[in-house]
């Protein structure tokens, strides 16, 4: 059934941003494209996921890898689920009335108070003991009574969604609870670890326990997919704030003049590979997929976490380079180009392998790139172990993405139009 678009002109009578019915929108909506309230939005995921980059490159370079990589997933995860939640809601029910709008506002409110909080937990997993989540916490509840009033709105004006709201409601009041007795009680490390896996599986499952199928909610494909794609961007954003951070120390003479070749190969290497990367992921039309693979959607929204976290990392990595060739790090050579290369690596592998799951189409050219992809990041890693410069290992780095782009735009391209030609066949 179709609906008008709650986005649409101002009515008639010229009352602006009344209050509409939340009765869900059309998931087939000619032009649905992301609105100004949701770009507001995502302003604040800007700041939480630099805030984690930058705990987390601070975290390497003081040679806590191992911690850092904990500190950093745990943050991401919660960042990840905050916007996927907001996003797959906005897309099937948002009315952008001034009640939709007061209400999104707070969950800004309760990102910034959870960003606000990602410093004190990184700290707390370098340093051992208990791990401090409160503020954190507190910022999430700030976001889920938002969300939970978003749903009561849902389930209370749309009686085909009432059940799907109520159950949101409920649940997410369960793992809400949850992780407050996890952040304030004073729990058993090994009671507090047990606690994360039960919670973060919950936070996965919650739509199906919801909606049962992917298709419970009106959501519309080419705007989740755009949703999803800017996103993308605001984690490669990361890869440029990275290059900046790690570039403008290493300017000779102190007055932004005198370039060196360290200062040249970083800022070409980060803004190459971040190019490189955002190229990549726009060359799948993960929208017109969606439009045919719906029952996919789980798959897709949430099989972008790690994907997000490999690109946020990345951009960490170039900060790590930037700080070892300032000789502000404790760790070698080799741990810091790793530090680029294996979220790199993390983040095409994830690319790949959503194209191949959500097409269900295996493709051997594929095979063929992602194996030259890591031999890239392979020479890479051993050209470091073998005592070359470490700037010119981040030019190697550099390369891998570009695997991809040529390989895609001489034949790749080919056999990605003969597989959406068969699934809209099928």
């Given at each position: 059934m179709s609906h008008p678009d709650p986005t649409g002109p101002?009515?008639?009578?010229?009352?602006?941003?009344?209050?509409?019915?939340?009765?869900?929108?059309?998931?087939?909506?000619?032009?649905?494209?992301?609105?100004?309230?949701?770009?507001?939005?995502?302003?604040?995921?800007?700041?939480?996921?630099?805030?984690?980059?930058?705990?987390?490159?601070?975290?390497?370079?003081?040679?806590?890898?191992?911690?850092?990589?904990?500190?950093?997933?745990?943050?991401?995860?919660?960042?990840?689920?905050?916007?996927?939640?907001?996003?797959?809601?906005?897309?099937?029910?948002?009315?952008?009335?001034?009640?939709?709008?007061?209400?999104?506002?707070?969950?800004?409110?309760?990102?910034?108070?959870?960003?606000?909080?990602?410093?004190?937990?990184?700290?707390?997993?370098?340093?051992?003991?208990?791990?401090?989540?409160?503020?954190?916490?507190?910022?999430?509840?700030?976001?889920?009574?938002?969300?939970?009033l978003q749903w009561w709105r849902a389930a209370r004006e749309s009686p085909s969604f009432h059940a799907v709201g109520t159950a949101n409601i409920r649940w997410t009041v369960i793992a809400q609870a949850g992780w407050i007795v996890v952040g304030f009680a004073h729990l058993p490390l090994v009671a507090v670890f047990v606690a994360f896996v039960v919670l973060a599986v919950l936070e996965l499952v919650l739509p199906v326990l919801t909606q049962g199928s992917a298709g419970g909610t009106p959501w519309h494909p080419h705007h989740v997919s755009e949703r999803y794609g800017l996103f993308a961007i605001i984690t490669l954003g990361e890869g440029v704030v990275g290059t900046v951070a790690s570039s403008g120390d290493l300017l000779g003479g102190g007055d932004g003049t005198h370039w060196t070749g360290n200062a040249i190969a970083v800022v070409v290497a980060g803004v190459g590979l971040t190019f490189g990367m955002w190229w990549v992921y726009f060359a799948t039309p993960f929208g017109d997929i969606l439009v045919h693979r719906r029952g996919r959607g789980y798959l897709f929204g949430y099989g972008h976490i790690p994907l997000?976290?490999?690109?946020?990392?990345?951009?960490?990595?170039?900060?790590?380079?930037?700080?070892?060739?300032?000789?502000?790090?404790?760790i070698g050579e080799v741990a810091v180009v790793l530090s680029l290369a294996l979220p790199v690596g993390v983040y095409l592998l994830m690319v790949y392998l959503l194209h191949t799951l959500l097409l269900s189409v295996a493709d051997r050219f594929h095979l063929l790139l992602i194996s030259l992809t890591l031999a890239v990041l392979a020479v890479a890693v051993l050209l470091s172990a073998a005592g070359v410069a470490t700037a010119v290992c981040l030019l190697v780095v550099m390369l891998a993405p570009f695997v991809t782009v040529i390989g895609y735009e001489t034949v790749g391209h080919?056999?990605?139009?003969?597989?959406?030609?068969?699934?809209?066949a099928g």
């Open positions: 101002a009515d008639p009578g010229g009352i602006a941003h009344r209050r509409m019915p939340m009765t869900g929108r059309d998931p087939r909506e000619h032009g649905r494209v992301s609105t100004p309230l949701e770009l507001l939005f995502d302003l604040t995921f800007v700041v939480a996921v630099g805030t984690a980059a930058s705990q987390f490159a601070e975290m390497v370079a003081e040679g806590h890898p191992g911690k850092a990589v904990v500190a950093f997933a745990l943050a991401m995860f919660a960042i990840s689920v905050a916007w996927i939640s907001f996003s797959w809601f906005a897309s099937a029910f948002g009315t952008d009335d001034w009640l939709y709008r007061a209400l999104t506002m707070v969950q800004m409110m309760g990102v910034v108070v959870f960003a606000l909080g990602l410093p004190a937990m990184f700290h707390s997993v370098e340093e051992g003991g208990r791990l401090e989540l409160r503020a954190m916490v507190i910022g999430y509840v700030v976001m889920r009574i938002a969300m939970v997000f976290m490999g690109i946020a990392a990345a951009g960490a990595g170039l900060h790590v380079a930037g700080l070892h060739l300032e000789h502000h790090t404790r080919r056999h990605q139009r003969r597989m959406l030609r068969d699934l809209t």
